[in-house]
């Protein structure tokens, strides 16, 4: 796998969360712009956001509000019951089963707007995921390929999956953890203090205590995180290279040195390791204490409270639940920052994205190409044409050239010339700057795209092909073959041979990067897919650069057959493929530097002849 | 998941000294709500006087008797008795902290060295099964994700159980006849969670399926983006996009919707058990089977005992993706290499005797597990030490194939392959590979510097000898014009070289391992033509003793071999030097007629 397709790794996460306390953040370039462009975005959806919203606060109040109606009834019992032991009463069964009637109601209801809230979210945050996805997907074939060229695959391909799957996750539970945790501390802490302010003073000191273990936690654990993060990468990089040098591993027996390495790594990732899992892990039981403290503190000041007569002996069970719920969300409202940071890194690169130049738009002009005349003599013609990658640094200075229906241009040039711009132009990959090319007497830009490349055949020195069977790949080329149409395309591209020594033929699935056949195989593939295509113009860009000199030597056999009344674009670093050539273009540094038919290069002792020459030069021994 | 633990040691006492630690937390724990109650139902109702009646306290009171100091003293007795079972508690879960972490991180490391081992060990017939990029992700991911796994179970696994059993232990202890509430409310939660997992957990499962589906399609159309758009295909791969984002986005919207009715079904069923107690309870009290701290102590209990019921479930929604993983790791594990050394290795025999290098394949036959057809069908032919064997045919024609029997990357599968008489399959692989100077199609190289890579062999390379190698494969020239010579920097996979030193540097390799065979499989392709030539030259200075096997694609790199092979669809279709070839061999005659036209021919015949 070539370092352009490897997905970027990011750090570790913890599924379903933002990870363990003191897991450092990735953090935005443009925090609030971010935040403000995604919340335009979620613009569509905000009154079901509202909708959420009220419901979690509501939801929220009754949960919150339940354990002081329950110290009602409790009260009501105890002192009901202290009643009857003094014979002065007894419990008053009525107003408990009011009471706690009116409790299971509130539950009830509180569970069914937290139902109905998380119902609601989880179908927003999944439409915003699936939208997102899908206008990267649809904004993939909208951007001009010199994006592609510049930038990695594995960079694209992390927007798509893990970028758009973290902002999923964290609008599912940023918003709901911002609306839930807000309303319960603030309506806590009303409770708290309708029961005892001296209590709640006690409760709050709880408050710093735990910022303070959580900041200790935090600053000590990252330093590990940090280190485990690196030799994390750095054994994940040693599995790599080991595995793709397999091989040689083996052929200079240096196994046991390999595995030494590799523990003394392993080593390391597992001091790191354990120490950062450790630290944070310390949270959970410090925050426990903490709750408990305040649990004996409750108990003991609450009980001697109740002796005054200041408060009721509900109000202690309701003050404990109340101290026990208040550090969850805080906990919460702590790990909302990395939240954040970590949902607007990943939606600017989302945005980043979307907002690339898109390609020129295609004209209204709907008329195809299929009426492809015989005999034209001017069949593609390039004008006058100008064009550079970058703006003011043309290369291709003035070209002209028109070719005849039938007949075979070659372009040939030492690696880099920029032998593949032409076609690129040809194809509309990339406009031309000035100039124009004329495709049979129509300007290239007065097509649709899809309409212009129909008739192309295109076989490349990428061999892309895609996971499925080579039946499938074979057939991309056009959808409705028959299976003997491809198995022909196969038989002519001389494909068909060696696909029957592979298990399971042309059914054999190839897998990711098709890395189960070799380069010169995924080539023959590729151009029995190009002659399955079966298009009025062909082009093929170093099409036979990974196949042997016979082969290719045999599938020009075909290709001549398929080439007969067709017109071809041939670029080739072999001159020996090239010499029968119409026209050769000779490109050197990006330019054109001569154009004529073998012969006439040759006997013109120019940089062809040079080039030509220095492939056969003599053996001295 | 439970097989993997057979590959891992120095699990077991943790796990117990965990389980130790766990059960003292649990009682810890489980005290508190037990002194709160006695708080309560001591420290405020009778003053904190156990043994006196409420209604004599009354009286007493009544009678200006001030109990304020012994309740006091009472609440603050209890009240540091639980303050010490909350340190015990915080300790104790500081210590599983850290055993599990250290127990998980150590399962971890296990893990990576063994799978890492059993993979360098494996024959390339094994790598093939799997593919190198799933190896990667299996020694990578799925080591991960056990890890993570192992150090939950440990923490929550034990910790649940043990806390809900001490939970019901004191539920029954209290006596007041409301167990049944306890037992109810499992049940009910039981039968939700079975439902909602029965519903769930086939949509659960298809996830990580439908998530590598996604990422697929997606790679594929952002690697493909120029044979999409020539084939005008555009639409296709968006629909084919579609298709994986909407099984997705459904899989994820069931799953985010089924959580999202079970946290309010749980909150509900706990405060509804809260109520219920309550309710009960007010009975008990009023007939006087219980007070109210015992109610409130009830309460807690419950609450302990449906939260740590809840942890196992969470944990069953979890593991499942830890055990596909552990499962993918106990494949690798479980996997019996193919090529093993033998028995009773010959080693000695080549000690004795000094190896001369005949080389040969004596009706070899192979095929790739699987396949239809023989990739190589028997072969004979012998490579003679001090000649240079070529080996020339068509792309798929099993040329690499053959090379790759030699230093038994592959086992053939019919005839043998002998050295100097001797089986190659009877000697040790370390052995049989020490003989080899091998060359890679594509030069991998390793990080480390231009020294190290070329010192591959062993460090019985000289820095003479290291130079040599160098001289040899028209490396020194670059290497010199770089500012830290043979210290400068390679990258992984020999990135920051180009293609053709990268090629030169694998050479170097090899020739500096002073081997006495050498194998090159298509090593000069990238390679100009001058460089080509002068390496060749050079090479046979130096090997002159050698046997010397070549793979190649052009005439020209082999047209003095002493030898040339001409595979044609896995079969010889002819042995001969160059000139004795182009007359007799048509397969030999195509490939040339392909690189040359009919004068450069003749005239390179003149020539010589």
């Known amino acids: ?621 | 998941m439970l097989k993997i633990f057979k590959h891992l040691e120095g699990l077991g006492w943790p796990a117990l000294v965990i389980i130790a630690l766990l059960i003292v937390q649990a009682y810890a724990e489980l005290s508190l709500p037990q002194y709160m109650s006695e708080i309560v139902d001591i420290g405020i109702v009778q003053r904190g006087l156990p043994d006196m009646p409420p209604q004599l306290i009354e009286i007493k009171e009544a009678e200006g008797v001030d109990f304020s100091r012994i309740q006091l003293d009472y609440l603050l007795n209890k009240g540091s008795i639980m303050l010490a079972f909350s340190v015990v508690v915080m300790i104790t879960a500081i210590a599983v902290s850290f055993l599990s972490a250290r127990a998980g991180a150590s399962m971890g490391r296990q893990l990576r060295e063994k799978v890492f081992k059993k993979i360098i060990s494996f024959s390339n017939a094994e790598i093939d099964r799997f593919s190198t990029a799933s190896l990667i992700t299996r020694s990578t991911n799925d080591i991960q994700q056990v890890q993570m796994a192992m150090i939950m179970s440990l923490q929550m696994m034990f910790k649940a159980p043990i806390l809900g059993i001490g939970g019901v232990i004191k539920v029954v202890a209290t006596e007041t006849g409301m167990g049944w509430i306890v037992g109810a409310a499992l049940g009910i939660i039981l039968a939700i969670v079975i439902i909602l997992m029965a519903v769930a957990m086939p949509v659960f499962k298809r996830m990580p399926l439908l998530i590598d589906r996604l990422n697929l399609v997606s790679r594929e159309i952002l690697t493909g983006t120029n044979v999409i758009r020539a084939f005008g295909r555009e639409k296709d791969e968006e629909k084919r996009f579609e298709s994986a984002s909407t099984d997705l986005k459904l899989n994820q919207l069931f799953i985010s919707r089924v959580m999202a009715l079970m946290m309010p079904l749980m909150m509900l069923i706990m405060n509804g058990i809260t109520v219920a107690i309550v309710w009960f309870g007010v009975r008990g009290v009023d007939y006087g089977d219980m007070m109210v701290g015992d109610m409130m102590a009830f309460i807690t209990y419950t609450i302990l005992i449906v939260m740590s019921f809840f942890m196992l479930t969470m944990m069953s929604v979890m593991l499942p993706r830890a055990i596909v993983s552990a499962k993918r790791l106990e494949e690798i594990l479980a996997t019996k290499v193919s090529i093993n050394d033998p028995e009773k290795p010959l080693d000695e025999k080549l000690k004795t005797v000094p190896l001369k290098g005949f080389l040969s394949f004596e009706n070899v036959s192979f095929r790739y597990p699987g396949a239809l057809e023989d990739a190589l069908a028997k072969l004979n032919f012998t490579a003679n030490p001090g000649e240079t064997t070529a080996i020339i045919g068509s792309t798929g024609c099993g040329k690499s194939t053959l090379l790759n029997l030699i230093p038994r990357f592959y086992e053939a599968t019919g005839g043998r392959i002998t050295l100097d008489g001797i089986d190659i399959s009877k000697i040790t692989q370390a052995k049989l590979r020490s003989l080899i100077g091998y060359v890679p199609q594509n030069a991998v190289l390793f990080s480390g510097d231009i020294a190290s890579n070329i010192k591959f062999a062993g460090d019985f390379i000289t820095d003479e000898q290291m130079i040599k190698a160098a001289k040899v494969a028209q490396a020194s020239g670059f290497i010199s014009e770089k500012e830290n010579q043979y210290e400068s920097e390679i990258s992984q996979g020999g990135t920051n070289v180009s293609g053709g030193q990268r090629q030169r540097l694998s050479i170097a390799r090899a020739i500096a391992k002073q081997a006495k065979i050498f194998l090159f499989d298509d090593s000069f392709s990238a390679l100009d033509y001058q460089t080509d030539v002068a390496l060749r030259k050079a090479l046979k200075q130096y090997a002159k003793k050698a046997t010397v096997i070549i793979v190649a694609q052009r005439i020209n790199t082999i047209l003095h071999s002493d030898k040339i092979i001409v595979l044609d669809e896995g079969e010889i279709a002819g042995i001969g030097t160059h000139e004795e070839l182009l007359n007799s061999c048509e397969a030999y005659q195509e490939i040339a007629n392909s690189q040359f036209s009919e004068e450069e021919l003749r005239g390179k015949i003149a020539y010589e």
Do not use: C
């Not at chain 1, 006058?384 to 200075?397: D, R, S």
């Not at chain 1, 593939?525 to 082969?551: C, G, M």
């Open chain 1, 1 to 621: 796998m070539s370092e352009k397709y490897k997905v970027k790794p990011r750090p570790h996460r913890r599924i379903g969360g933002p990870g363990p306390p003191g897991m450092p953040a990735e953090k935005a370039k443009d925090f609030k712009g971010t935040i403000k462009k995604l919340l335009i975005y979620m613009g569509n959806y905000k009154y079901a956001m509202l909708i959420v919203s009220i419901f979690a606060v509501a939801g929220t109040i009754f949960n919150v509000y339940g354990p002081k109606l329950l110290s009602r009834a409790i009260t009501e019992l105890f002192n009901g019951y202290m009643a009857k032991i003094m014979g002065s009463g007894g419990i008053d069964y009525a107003f408990i089963a009011k009471t706690l009637l009116f409790l299971l109601f509130l539950y009830v209801l509180s569970a069914v707007l937290n139902f109905i809230q998380g119902f609601i979210m989880a179908g927003i945050s999944q439409k915003i995921s699936y939208r997102f996805r899908q206008e990267i997907a649809e904004k993939i074939n909208r951007i001009p390929l010199k994006y592609f060229e510049a930038n990695a695959v594995g960079d694209v391909l992390s927007r798509i999956t893990n970028d758009v799957d973290t902002l999923g996750q964290n609008l599912n539970q940023s918003i709901l953890i911002v609306v839930t945790s807000v309303t319960t501390i603030i309506g806590i802490l009303v409770m708290m203090l309708s029961i005892s302010p001296l209590m709640t003073l006690i409760a709050l000191v709880i408050l710093p205590i735990t910022g303070i273990l959580l900041g200790f936690v935090v600053k000590h654990s990252q330093k590990y995180f940090t280190d485990y993060q690196k030799y994390l990468g750095k054994i994940n990089g040693q599995i790599e290279e080991v595995y793709t040098g397999h091989n040689i591993i083996k052929a200079y027996n240096r196994e046991d040195m390999t595995i030494s390495d590799f523990s003394g790594t392993n080593d390391r990732l597992y001091e790191s390791g354990w120490k950062s899992q450790f630290i944070s892990g310390l949270m959970m039981p410090m925050i426990f204490f903490i709750g408990n403290l305040g649990y004996v503190a409750v108990a003991v000041i609450g009980s001697i409270l109740t002796i005054n007569g200041s408060i009721q002996i509900g109000d202690i069970a309701a003050f404990i639940q109340y101290v026990r719920n208040f550090t969850q969300p805080i906990q919460q409202i702590a790990q909302i920052t990395n939240l954040l940071q970590s949902t607007a890194a990943a939606a600017e690169r989302i945005f980043e994205f979307l907002d690339e130049e898109e390609e020129v738009k295609d004209p209204d002009y709907s008329g195809s190409l299929k009426a492809m005349k015989d005999n034209d003599s001017k069949q593609v013609v390039f004008e006058n044409v100008h064009f550079g990658y970058e703006p003011g640094k043309t290369i291709i200075n003035d070209f002209s050239l028109a070719v005849a229906s039938g007949k075979m241009v070659a372009i040939v040039g030492p690696t880099g010339a920029g032998k593949t711009t032409i076609v690129k132009l040809l194809m509309r990959f990339y406009d031309v700057e000035s100039g124009r090319i004329l495709v049979n007497g129509r300007d290239i830009r007065d097509y649709k795209r899809s309409d212009l490349r129909q008739n192309f055949g295109m076989v490349l020195q990428d061999t892309w092909l895609f996971k499925g069977t080579i039946m499938e790949n074979i057939r991309y080329g056009k959808l409705a073959a028959t299976d003997t149409e491809v198995i022909n395309a196969a038989k002519a591209a001389y494909a068909h041979r060696f696909i029957t020594t592979l298990p399971e033929g042309y059914q054999m699935e190839l897998n990711e990067d098709a890395s189960n056949v070799s380069q010169g195989q995924k080539q023959l593939l590729t151009i029995a897919r190009a002659i399955l295509a079966d298009n009025p113009i062909l082009i093929l860009d170093e099409a036979t650069s990974s196949v042997d000199t016979r082969t290719e030597a045999r599938i020009q056999k075909a290709m001549a057959n398929l080439m007969a009344g067709r017109t071809s674009f041939v670029i080739a670093h072999r001159l020996s493929t090239t010499r029968d050539a119409d026209v050769i273009l000779v490109m050197r540094e990006g330019d054109i530097v001569e154009q004529g038919s073998h012969e006439e290069l040759i006997s013109a002792s120019g940089f062809y002849a040079e080039l030509y020459q220095s492939q056969f030069e003599q053996d001295p021994t």
